[in-house]
């Protein structure tokens, strides 16, 4: 041990590609620009998050059933409306746009009735299916669904990829450091399949996320969109966890 | 143009002999006699193998924070061209000195015998030797000073060893099976000082540092505490140590002992990325020219995935660039920089012309900062 970085006595770039870690996309200037600004918007999004009281909760120990079935209640309206949007930005891409077109299709196959689990997960935790159904989006909510119609209707919206950045990123983080916490606080299983599925997914979805960045950014506006798009994206996703209102 | 200001020596104090893992509780003690359940595992996972303490088998104290503090300077200064009463100021930094007050630098002073300098206490914890750094390397860029002594110390053993366990009577580390937030620094932290002297002239033989930029940003507007003392860690508790009746009432609740918010952990790192990336869109940080990188991590046994993100967005520092001392000499927390920065000039063999970036972080309340060093000769070239 000089001073040299080892894990169990193996250096640690050895140990690094023995986990597969090496494996870089190679990406385009401007793409890796993009990346950076994005890991930011990212970073800063994930330790705002920690002020939503709810999600406080969970760091606290203090999250129960309630709050669990509160958020679903919450979060099902946005996502039942997700596939709207994604199939809007779909349509929105003209024909030199094709690669990212069939991504985004791939991506609402994947998800357009997932929100059928989320609605399990809350009969699971305890709540009536009726209740879930018969409700409208909260202020978060709407102003999150709102926006993204409108960016996806603009002629081939490539800063959709800040926002599915954002979301997708969120699923990881649902699946990796929240639906384990909520399911051993609220002392039950099976009202998180929502939130473990979308993680499971994500793998992929990088890779491809990274080949369409580099697609994408040709120059430093388009770089700036995706930014301002991931960054709205994230306050309003924001937003909605903060608005949360009564089951 | 600022008056630039170089690292022209540096020394340290390692208190009593290494320390290896299985020895570790024998120093710190064995809480109400019971062997910890998680020491082996928390120590595979920081991948620390010896470290130092000052106290001994019997958790008595053999040597003060001061003491370290004192014997790091004089090192630092047997190595250094200039003579000791030629030091206009002395920065201390520590997590906590001896004395709640005064500041540390008054002892530290009084125990090197400099008279009549400007003193500065950073406290804080591992970022406060960043914080002491700074202040001293700002007073001679604005030409304050020809010449500061920086030196920063640590001395955990005192808060870890078994007896502040033992008294904690009604401390969630007392109710609790494993309380993992409450134990985890012990198997953490260690003991030891560093000590760095700054001058408006690199040395006139060997090698200095220039300083070439500090930058700090602080997280704590939106993030909770994670790592203190001076609370109960009970959620339904909002007392601080003092508004207790007594410093035994807040001893017997848990109040005094070392606290980690383990679940919030994951953040230093990611806001450690955050910083690093801002500094490259500033155009400060320039990985592809960095040649040595010293961080204080104290866990290497995995790597997060965002450091990947970091070589997919191309400014990924690759690992055999990565420098640290911290399994040999353990995570001293404020000492760490300067022991690090210490062992490497004396080792490492640095060239004329190398960069290097420093990093270090704070759990505390999520301060992330860095350093830019370049290696000079002589003549600052």
């Known amino acids: ?247 | 143009m600022m008056t630039p200001v170089y690292i022209t020596s540096t020394g340290w104090h390692l208190p009593g002999p290494a320390i290896s893992n299985d020895q570790v509780e024998v120093v710190l003690g064995a809480v109400n006699g019971k062997p910890s359940g998680l020491r082996a595992q928390i120590q595979k996972a920081n991948g620390i193998q010896t470290r130092h303490y000052g106290i001994d088998a019997n958790q008595q104290t053999t040597v003060s924070n001061t003491q370290m503090a004192v014997l790091a300077g004089q090192e630092c200064m047997d190595r250094a061209f200039r003579p000791i009463h030629q030091v206009g100021m002395l920065a201390v930094a520590s997590t906590q000195g001896d004395h709640p007050v005064p500041g540390l630098a008054s002892f530290v002073q009084a125990g090197l015998g400099m008279a009549e300098v400007e003193i500065l206490t950073a406290q804080s914890i591992c970022s406060s030797s960043m914080m002491a750094l700074k202040g001293a390397w700002l007073a001679l860029r604005c030409d304050e000073h020809e010449a500061a002594l920086v030196v920063a110390t640590e001395m955990p053993s005192r808060l870890l060893k078994r007896q502040r366990y033992e008294a904690a009577t009604e401390s969630t580390f007392a109710k609790k099976t494993v309380d993992f937030n409450t134990e985890f620094l012990r198997w953490m932290l260690s003991d030891g000082a560093g000590a760095l002297l700054l001058e408006t002239a690199p040395r006139p033989k060997g090698l200095s540092f220039r300083i070439d930029w500090m930058k700090g940003w602080s997280h704590a507007h939106a993030l909770p505490t994670c790592m203190s003392v001076g609370s109960s860690g009970k959620a339904e508790e909002d007392r601080t140590w003092q508004d207790y009746e007594t410093y035994a009432d807040a001893e017997r609740d848990g109040a005094l002992l070392l606290r980690q918010e383990v679940r919030l952990l994951d953040h230093i790192v990611r806001l450690g990325v955050d910083g690093y990336v801002r500094l490259v869109q500033e155009g400060l940080n320039v990985p592809s020219e960095v040649d040595h990188f010293l961080c204080h991590y104290s866990s290497h046994h995995f790597r997060p995935k965002i450091l990947d993100m970091l070589d997919a967005a191309g400014v990924g520092i690759p690992d055999e660039k990565w420098w640290t001392n911290l399994y040999t000499r353990g995570n001293t927390g404020a000492a760490s920089l300067f022991i690090m920065l210490d062992e490497f000039v004396r080792t490492q063999n640095p060239k004329v012309g190398e960069r290097i970036l420093c990093f270090v972080p704070e759990s505390g309340r999520f301060n992330t900062t860095y350093m830019h060093l370049t290696v000079v000769d002589s003549d600052g070239r």
């Open chain 1, 1 to 247: 041990m000089d001073g040299k970085i080892e894990i169990d006595g193996v250096p640690v770039k050895e140990a690094a590609e023995a986990i597969g870690a090496n494996d870089v996309p190679d990406l385009g200037d401007v793409a890796q620009d993009a990346l950076r600004r994005l890991l930011r918007v990212w970073i800063g999004f994930e330790r705002d998050l920690v002020t939503v009281p709810l999600l406080r909760r969970l760091d606290l120990g203090t999250y129960t059933l309630a709050d669990h079935r509160r958020l679903l209640v919450n979060l099902r309206q946005q996502v039942v409306e997700g596939s709207r949007w994604i199939a809007r930005a779909a349509s929105s891409m003209d024909r030199d746009h094709s690669e990212l077109r069939s991504m985004i299709l791939r991506h609402a196959v994947d998800e357009h009735r997932d929100y059928t689990m989320l609605e399990q997960d809350y009969v699971n935790a305890g709540g009536e299916l009726e209740a879930i159904l018969n409700r409208g989006k909260n202020v978060g909510s709407e102003a999150f669904h709102a926006f993204m119609m409108q960016r996806a209707s603009q002629p081939n919206p490539v800063d959709m990829l800040g926002a599915m950045w954002i979301i997708e990123g969120l699923g990881e983080r649902m699946a990796t450091g929240w639906a384990t916490r909520m399911e051993e606080l609220c002392e039950r299983e099976g009202i998180t399949r929502f939130m473990t599925y979308h993680g499971a997914n994500d793998d992929d979805h990088m890779q491809r996320f990274y080949a369409m960045l580099d697609e994408v950014c040709v120059d430093v506006h388009v770089v700036e969109r995706i930014e301002m798009t991931a960054k709205v994206v994230a306050r309003l996703y924001r937003l909605q966890l903060e608005e949360l209102e009564d089951e």
